[in-house]
């Protein structure tokens, strides 16, 4: 009797694995958006509605053949809600980090797609369990102390534009924990959204920029971090809890902050390593406490 249920341990271990995996790797898909846009719009000529339109075109593409490498369809996967989502999702989000600092744009970016998730899970009825629970705050106690005094206040508009990419973000996630085949449903969102982001370039077609940097950022934005990253997130996410998803991706700030560290120049500070630690513990004990149904 004790020797049958070995498969089954190895099983959930296994399965228990390849979520953390699936997990982790979407995250840095997350923060490697945030550190590629800023460098895009910081050290290249290409403008924020040009480097929407590339990386939701490269994003579709890549996909795309990978649907037909598993020889899937697209065009019944996916959805219109979907596609709005994540079009307004890097729209705004483009446009945000012409006036952002990296660190600053994820923070208020998964502020926002926590709070809308956190909500939407409490309202479906989610119960949150001691150790979620002192996760939850632990990692919020991390992001509150980087706008403690000493954090620069950022651009009001550009600040409210990111607030509306991350809500777009968090309905985005949201719709992803009851679809059946993430791949083709991403790649029917991604191709759903290229009509929508050309559409909304149109007043800025007397600014578009273009160059070979910039687009290279832009492609490396869509086709991987974005295209695949996503992809994979809409795998990880059917097996949290929206509290879950929520908070592992408050983790997104810090990563991207220490990305701007290394790539950009920005300073290493105590509080940004305190703020780490609060973060990526308070994530881990989420993560340890969950649970299905």
């Known amino acids: 009797m004790t020797i049958s249920k070995h498969p089954t341990l190895a099983s959930n271990s296994s399965a228990s694995a390849r979520l953390i995996a699936m ?101 479906k009825g989610e119960r949150m369990h001691t150790r979620a629970i002192v996760g939850f705050v632990l990692a919020m106690a991390g992001l509150v102390s980087l706008l403690l005094p000493g954090a620069a206040a950022p651009d009001p508009v550009s600040a409210l534009t990111m607030l509306l990419s991350g809500l777009a973000w968090g309905i985005y996630s949201l719709l992803g924990k009851t679809v059946a085949d993430p791949l083709a449903t991403t790649t029917g969102n991604f191709l759903r959204s290229i009509p929508l982001v050309l559409v909304a370039s149109l007043p800025f077609l007397s600014t578009l920029r273009w160059d070979a940097l910039g687009v290279f950022y832009a492609v490396l934005s869509g086709a991987l971090a974005s295209g695949v990253g996503y992809a994979v997130w809409y795998v990880a996410v059917r097996h949290l809890a929206a509290f879950q998803a929520a908070t592992v991706q408050l983790s997104v700030p810090i990563l991207a902050s220490l990305a701007g560290i290394v790539f950009l120049g920005e300073s290493l500070s105590v509080r940004m390593v305190l703020a780490s630690v609060a973060v990526l513990g308070g994530v881990a004990l989420v993560l340890g406490s969950k649970r299905h149904g």
Do not use: P
Request: with cysteine.
């Open 23 to 123: 997990t982790c790797f979407a995250l840095f898909a997350f923060a490697a958006n945030s550190l590629l846009c800023r460098l895009a719009l910081k050290h290249t000529d290409i403008d924020a509605a040009s480097f929407s339109v590339v990386r939701l075109v490269s994003g579709a593409l890549v996909l795309g053949l990978m649907c037909l490498m598993r020889r899937s369809s697209t065009l019944t996967k996916g959805s219109w809600k979907g596609a709005a989502a994540l079009f307004v999702y890097v729209f705004a989000f483009s446009f945000a980090y012409r006036h952002l600092e990296t660190g600053t744009g994820a923070l208020l970016l998964f502020g926002a797609v926590q709070l809308s998730m956190v909500l939407f899970g409490l309202f």
